[in-house]
């Protein structure tokens, strides 16, 4: 499991929801299943794609949760990958039978941490495309 955190500092009129609402939408347009827990001090937002069937024993899952929240004139983004599970039992299962599984597991690995870079890039492209932010702060 891997753990990304990074600040950025928004602007006084920051609208945290719409930040939420174009992140869902971006993942939904690209087939994921996004789904979104308000609460009054954070949002929790996963996002995951192929997370049942064949491919959970193949290790084709992706998923990230992220834990937005803003404190005073910085927004902060906690990111947790969580679909590694499925390519550990890939890898093994893969070891055990045929080397062919190893193949779509190599693909499920490189997606999952593709997926952690592009949210982070996504965040982002959505903060400066309306003018949100006024420093970026990146810790990881």
């Not at 299962?93 to 941490?113: E, H, K, P, V």
């Not at 982070?120 to 810790?139: H, Q």
Request: hydrophobic share 45%.
């Amino acid at each position: 499991m891997l753990n990304s955190f990074f600040q950025l500092q928004v602007n006084e009129n920051f609208n945290m929801q719409a930040l939420v609402d174009s992140l869902v939408r971006l993942y939904q347009t690209r087939g994921y299943f996004v789904n979104m827990l308000p609460s009054p001090s954070n949002v929790i937002v996963r996002i995951e794609k192929n997370n049942s069937g064949i491919s959970t024993i193949v290790g084709l899952c992706e998923g990230i949760t992220l834990n937005i929240n803003q404190n005073g004139p910085m927004l902060n983004v906690a990111m947790v990958d969580g679909a590694w599970t499925d390519k550990i039992i890939g890898f093994f299962l893969g070891w055990a039978t045929c080397g062919i599984i190893w193949i779509f597991t190599g693909i499920g690995f490189y997606r999952q941490l593709q997926l952690a870079s592009n949210v982070k890039t996504d965040v982002f492209m959505i903060l400066s495309g309306n003018g949100a932010t006024t420093g970026p702060f990146p810790f990881g």
